[in-house]
């Protein structure tokens, strides 16, 4: 095993750990929030634990890869792993848009129909033969369906809580959606280009980074 593989395997376990513990501290707060912030809080609550538990999918299916023989010799198991955290991340997005519902006391509406429905075709897309989870190499035909509908509802949850938090002068919120757009720019650069020069990859690192920072900001700005 070389050094980037061990230190893959060290920031993963880090990974893990970290937002396993944001996500439990979270839910034990819960009960400590006034009225105005339990359902806020609950909705952010699961769609945490969703994270930690899709993550703990792809991510511990990696290490437990690495501590078999590597990637290429266990690519159906980093296949199961991917799917896992793709239908999990998927629900995560879906349940940010009720997060923006109930943070900012809104109703449905087309934009927010439309952010769902994506969430729906992607989880759908996700089940087709086509994605070839098994293989080493995911087909770049099926790599675009499933992704971009998973771009127009995690960006567009996005935009919805950004725009709206920055109207109310919703720090919390603002600089959650904030880490929520670099995110994406990190990991867009991954699903485009990562198939011809693997080191792209190294750019989940930061989008990882990205998603512990929006858990702490949840975690700091409503229930501690």
């Known amino acids: 095993m070389e050094m980037k593989d061990v230190m893959e395997i060290i920031f993963n376990v880090f990974y893990l750990v970290a937002i396993w513990y944001l996500a439990i501290k979270m839910y034990k707060n819960i009960d400590s929030l006034n009225s105005k912030d339990r359902k806020t809080g609950k909705l952010l609550v699961l769609a945490f634990l969703l994270l930690a538990l899709g993550d703990t999918g792809h991510v511990g299916f990696r290490v437990l890869a690495y501590l078999k023989g590597g990637l290429t010799q266990n690519a159906y198991l980093l296949g199961m792993g991917k799917m896992f955290t793709s239908l999990t991340v998927t629900i995560f997005y879906m349940l940010l848009v009720e997060v923006w519902r109930a943070r900012f006391d809104k109703e449905h509406n087309i934009v927010t129909i439309i952010l769902l429905l994506c969430g729906i075709a992607r989880l759908i897309i996700l089940f087709l033969p086509g994605n070839q989870w098994g293989s080493q190499i995911a087909p770049m035909n099926f790599e675009m369906y499933r992704n971009i509908p998973l771009m127009v509802l995690g960006l567009g949850a996005a935009i919805l809580i950004f725009k709206d938090s920055k109207d109310s002068r919703d720090n919390t919120f603002r600089w959650f959606s904030i880490m929520i757009f670099i995110s994406y720019a990190f990991y867009i650069p991954v699903i ?23 858990a702490f900001i949840g975690y700091n700005g409503i229930f501690k």
Not at 192 to 214: D, E, W
């Open 192 to 214: 485009l280009f990562a198939r011809y020069n693997p080191t792209i990859g190294l750019l989940m690192i930061p989008k990882t980074v990205a998603y512990l920072a929006a």
